[in-house]
């Protein structure tokens, strides 16, 4: 073969590679073919291209590198694009006030818990004592802000104490961290209920909410009851709850923005004995 062949051949493997790249990035059921019919191809070019001076072999392994790279910046893209879209559609952020934020750290606290640094900050109306939501439900509440990020620490951490609602007739109670010897389950939280009430397994637990909606907004979804622990004479109703939210996939979440109430509530008045009255 001349030597004016072998630049020809490089850039067909360079379109070969190309082309099983896009395929695993789209997933293309046809993938393994086209990776399969690229190695019958690409194996007797190989040999073939041991006589290639080391200055081509070296340009065609930075174009591959840049291709691969490539890939990966656009795999990534979609990625997010899918969590985000997952997000906007859960219905979660209706109604409310939010910024859309990425993870970029993630540190394990030495005194229990995890918190996360979120690419989004103070330039972005993010404010202390927000709360950070995923599709799934409640990630947890900002402790830091700076201009552009800000920390988040996650339901569960140390000395984290939520309100909520239990089951549909809305038992009123609240969700903190396993006490130290009270389960092997890390993932699990405890349950307290405030008032007289059964919950049962399965019960979608939901924040109660706090007023101006910090740390925590109302009626986000904390998880659901997987056991309730038996009677044995105590005042309290308690059992254990599983987050709805995997600590461990947390990527893209979305910070709501409190929101003041501009309105004051409606009065409700009997003084000149009519009916009762709003507004």
């Known amino acids: 073969m001349s030597n004016q062949s072998k630049p020809r051949l490089l850039g067909l493997l360079l379109v070969a590679t190309l082309v099983v790249l896009v395929g695993d990035l789209s997933g293309h059921p046809a993938a393994e073919a086209i990776r399969s019919a690229a190695g019958t191809v690409v194996g007797p070019a190989q040999r073939f291209l041991a006589g290639v001076r080391p200055a081509q072999v070296a340009q065609l392994s930075a174009e591959n590198a840049e291709l691969r790279a490539e890939a990966d910046r656009l795999s990534r893209q979609l990625h997010v694009q899918s969590q985000l879209e997952e997000l906007v559609g859960a219905g979660v952020v209706k109604g409310r006030t939010a910024v859309i934020g990425q993870v970029v750290a993630s540190e394990v606290s030495a005194v229990g818990g995890r918190s996360l640094t979120l690419d989004v900050g103070s330039h972005d109306g993010v404010v202390v004592d927000s709360t950070v939501v995923s599709a799934a439900g409640l990630v947890g509440r900002v402790v830091a802000v700076a201009p552009w990020t800000c920390d988040v620490q996650l339901l569960g951490a140390a000395q984290s104490v939520v309100a909520v609602r239990v089951g549909e007739r809305g038992l009123l109670g609240t969700v903190a961290p396993v006490p130290v010897g009270g389960g092997d389950d890390s993932t699990q939280l405890a349950l307290t209920l405030a008032q007289p009430g059964n919950p049962h397994v399965g019960d979608r637990v939901t924040t109660l909410g706090s ?17 309730v622990d038996p009677d044995r004479g105590r005042d309290t109703v308690t059992g254990r709850v599983v987050p709805a939210v995997d600590r461990e996939s947390i990527d893209v979440v979305a910070v709501l923005i409190p929101e003041a109430r501009a309105q004051p509530r409606p009065v409700v008045g009997d003084r000149t004995g009519e009916e009762p009255r709003v507004g």
């Open 211 to 227: 007023v101006g909606g910090r740390p925590y907004a109302p009626g986000i979804t904390l998880g659901r009851v997987v056991s």
